[in-house]
């Protein structure tokens, strides 16, 4: 079967919006041979995905096989069991590797209704990645009304539970003033909150405020503090800016220009 170019584009943002766990499976059932048995709750967001794909023929509905269990009948009568279909694995193995786990939906999908769906299903159950996801898509406006308030709610729920960009992405609303009052100290604090997480694009944040004078009196060793810690956890932008302060001298001895590009 061929599916349409949207069809596609919009299987690639369902992909993006699972969560991690349900994406392991689904990346585990593809290598499978045969027709494996994938489990879900009712109106999850796991259920969401694949009743999609069962619409335009990628999967199918399967019974469960198995007898409820006297002492949980209720809980039993809430399951479902879908497996995909060959067509859907072909399409799948193709598009999955075009979806990104976290960050930005890949440019070319279509964020769905559905996918919105699914999101605010695992962001209700406490799925930290999926509140920072929902949070990005109401700053940039993708898929749903641009709106920085609800942006940052969802932002602030996925740090409360350690969710290193959400901190690097408030303190990017905080630097910018995009729905919240401008206040570089604020910033400043969200980012190395995120820094002290391991996030690299708060460190490499830290050394542009500090390089540029963002806000703040130019600290270059401060700056090169920051974007080396980014540039040791493979970040590109912050290995080139440190190879800058290298070769200037600022904030790092001249002749060390190779160490850490």
């Not at 096989?65 to 209720?74: F, H, M, R, Y």
């Not at 709106?147 to 990017?172: R, S």
């Amino acid at each position: 079967m061929q599916l349409s170019q949207d069809d596609q584009r919009a299987i690639l943002g369902l992909i993006w919006s699972l969560k991690p766990s349900d994406l392991s499976v689904l990346q585990m059932y593809l290598q499978e041979a045969g027709e494996a048995q994938i489990g879900t709750a009712k109106d999850s967001g796991n259920d969401i995905f694949y009743s999609h794909l069962e619409r335009l023929g990628l999967a199918r509905e399967v019974p469960l096989g198995l007898d409820s269990p006297p002492q949980a009948p209720q809980a039993f009568e809430q399951l479902k069991t879908f497996t995909l279909t060959e067509p859907g694995k072909a399409e799948l193995l193709t598009l999955i590797e075009g979806a990104r786990k976290n960050g930005y939906p890949a440019p070319d999908s279509i964020v769905s209704p559905e996918a919105i769906r699914m999101l605010k299903q695992y962001a209700a159950q406490g799925d930290a990645l999926s509140q920072g996801k929902l949070g990005l898509l109401y700053e940039t406006g993708a898929g749903v009304q641009q709106d920085p308030a609800e942006a940052l709610k969802w932002y602030q729920k996925a740090a409360d539970q350690g969710d290193q960009t959400a901190h690097c992405n408030i303190g990017v609303m905080y630097f910018s003033g995009a729905g919240v009052p401008k206040d570089i100290d604020e910033a400043i604090k969200w980012f190395r909150k995120g820094a002290d997480l391991g996030s690299a694009l708060a460190m490499n944040n830290l050394g542009e405020v500090y390089s540029r004078a963002l806000g703040v009196a130019q600290d270059y060793p401060e700056a090169f503090k920051w974007y080396r810690k980014a540039a040791h956890l493979g970040h590109a932008p912050a290995m080139y800016k440190l190879a800058l302060l290298y070769g200037t001298g600022r904030g790092a001895p001249r002749d060390n220009v190779q160490a850490y590009m």
